[in-house]
């Protein structure tokens, strides 16, 4: 595969994000249903969580940091909203992707060192210290009662309380967090996939490659935070239960299971997910259940996920017959070959 | 002073505990370079195995914990022969499979026992008085019982040839391999010896602390806390720094409260990851 068909695919993946994140805003105008809204309400967020595990996947990296970046999203939120009085969505919006970069940018001095199951461990160990440091700063987090009573947040000095205007902040918010993840993996596709495929080669042919690790992972920080935002204004309350240290494992099961090597992945991942998790609402222990299993599935079977199986068939069924099977392998970015090489084959 | 000494005791019986799990986490990452997820999943799996046994099929409780631990043993034989073993050169592949086992493990647990904590006691009761502390007699067998258990562990690992050949699999897979050693039946074997353990571990402590289907999550984040600290696959580093953890958790719950002294393991913990990724006990690990 070239690397332009590579890109075009991904540019089509990630122009379809958006525009499917973009189309929400019918949902509130279709429907007064609050089941309808509850539901939107959760996927958005889901799938901006997952945008998150999304853009270190690109770097061969997988986090379990999106819970702490999304609390200080959130936390940030409720205490410029409670303390501050700041209700304009436009800048709390800003402030929750804002303020999780900055925090990530000293954090990925230290952790981005580590590569592969260290890096795991690294940020694990970071979503437990962030859940201990919740419960043990009380002046600033109110502990284990966490933040209520924010006012709502307002647009131009419009109030956007009610159900409806609660989805569209999300919709919003979720949108942001997607164009934000589209314009930077389009425009590092071929950094960050020389960084996945092999980061000692990349640096070596003069890649910065700390550079380019930095500004992802502070970009996953942001959209992270952007959920936590999302995420504390549905729930009106900033608490740490919302952010505990497996819900983590929630996002990067929507990333994977949707498939990790286009941006569709997340979107579809996190839809799926959240309505089959809403199906079994009745027995919830069940949808933990599903997920594990679909883990275990998608990796032993299908390791491209949904989307990525989805499309492996679509090629196989739809394009003709052609003497190189180039095209049903490899369906992750990899480093391609130049295009200057392209009349050599 | 005698508020010192049964801290002390405390932190010795919680580091028993910590490093019979541990051992078998640390094995795992060592021999397999697979960091397991469900870890907390099988502590929590042995103790129902050895409640179901004690309640349902009237067996002495030590009959029980045996039972747990063969239990445990069987299904980390199957899961790593049939499952874990197709794509076990990937890590994030494994990582992502043991995540996989570890949440139908736990709710397939909870939708079979509910969610309520069940009566499950030790059968032994009773403490030791000492020259002003008090040590139940529980914690002492199991005490005990860990001991004896870590010490099994280090002679299996360093005085029998099957010690042997997990060692050299662990130290340079391919070579070993080539001198005629069987990884298809020794990772599952390796696998199967410590879920064992964490089985054997789940049975033991769980009628002392608690039993619920949720308790496996601080175990497992304990165990990760541990083998950090003591250096990924370092079966030495383990059992020192389940001590100090154990240690360190007895005397910040006494001195301190709250959950400043888990904060504070945490910190270094990270710092030691960044700082040290090799741990306390820095020899070359595997390249994750």
Known sequence: MTARTLSKRGDLAEAASVVVIAAAFVVPWLSQNPMVYSLANQMLIAITAAFSVYIMLRMNLMTFAVPTFMAIGGYTVAILGLRHGVTDVLLLGLASFVVPALFALPLGALVLRLTGVYFVLVTFVLTEITQLLLFETPGWTGGSNGLVGMPAVTLFGLELADNRAVLQVTIGLALAGAIVTAAVTRTLRQHFAAIEENELLAQSLGLVVWHYKAFGFAIAAGVSGLAGFALVNMLLTAHPTSFSALSSVNYIAYAIIGGKSSMLGPVVGGALLIWAGDVFALRGEYSQFLFGFLIVVVVLVAREGVVGTIHRLGVRVFSPPSPSRSSTVASSPTLSVPNAMEPLQ | ?288
């Open chain 2, 1 to 288: 002073m005698q508020g010192f000494v049964a801290t002390c005791l405390i932190g010795i019986s919680l580091g028993a505990q910590y490093a019979l799990l541990a051992l078998g986490f640390t094995l795992i990452f060592g021999i397999l370079g697979v960091v397991n997820f469900a870890h907390g999943g099988f502590y929590v799996l042995g103790g129902y195995l050895a409640y179901s046994a004690v309640t349902y099929l009237g067996m002495p409780y030590a009959l029980a914990v045996i039972c747990a631990a063969l239990g445990t043993t069987l299904l980390g034989f199957l899961f790593e022969r049939f499952v874990l073993d197709r794509v076990i050169d990937d890590h994030l592949a494994t990582l992502m499979l043991t995540l996989g086992l570890y949440l139908m493990m736990s709710s397939g647990i909870l939708v079979v026992f509910g969610p309520q904590s069940p009566a499950f006691a030790f059968p032994l009761t009773g403490v030791i008085h000492g020259h002003g502390f008090f040590v139940p007699i529980e914690n002492l067998v199991v005490l005990g019982v860990c001991i004896v258990g870590i010490l099994s562990i280090y002679g299996l690992i360093y005085y029998t040839d099957f010690g042997r050949a997990l060692r050299a699999l662990a130290d340079d897979r391919a070579v070993a391999t080539a001198q005629g050693l069987r990884p298809a039946i020794l990772f599952p074997a390796a696998f199967a010896l410590a879920t064992g353990l964490a089985g054997l571990t789940g049975a033991l402590v769980t009628p002392i602390l608690s039993l619920a289907p949720h308790i496996g999550d601080p175990v497992l984040a304990t165990s990760f806390l541990i083998v950090i600290l003591g250096g990924l696959g370092s079966v030495g580093g383990a059992t020192v720094a389940a001590f100090i953890v154990g240690m360190a958790e007895a005397f910040s719950a006494v001195y301190l409260g709250g959950s400043k002294g888990a904060l504070a393991l945490f910190v270094l913990v990270l710092v030691m990851l960044v700082v040290k990724p090799s741990g306390l006990f820095g020899h070359r690990v595997r390249g994750a």
